[in-house]
């Protein structure tokens, strides 16, 4: 398919059923791919309803929500090399991934202290998660 539209953006795992986004199937086979891989979906601005936008909003819920869970199974692996529980809240690692986090908000023109508090979220709560997988070994 092709779009004069710029944006594009990836159905993971199955075919979009508005065809005005885009029909493939596809199923990466690594993250790699989840990030290479786009069906066309319309910019926001080119939107003409709330059911594309709700519709783009969904498949970008969708991506957020599988890379979210592709992060969680690297960070329940990263247990198995950490020595001490010091290792598992690495305070200066937090701090680095938030502030590069940050950055890239302003990048992508999205709201830093947004970014901020959805990486600290995340990151405590994987942390736990981790701590529980680094005793259980």
Known sequence: MTSANTDKR???NGTHPNSAFGGASY???????TTKRNVN????RDCINMTEIRTA????DNQIVELIASRSKYVKEAAKFKKDEKAVTDSNRV????NS????????GASPELI???YKLMIYFFINEEMKEWKSK
């Open 116 to 118: 901020e508090k959805i």
């Open 57 to 60: 909003i969904d498949i970008i």
């Open 101 to 108: 986090k940050k950055e890239l908000a302003e990048k992508y």
């Open 27 to 33: 199923t990466p086979k690594t993250l790699d791919e």
């Open 10 to 12: 990836f159905v993971p």
């Open 95 to 98: 701090q680095k991934v938030i």
């Open 41 to 44: 979906m319309k910019d926001a």
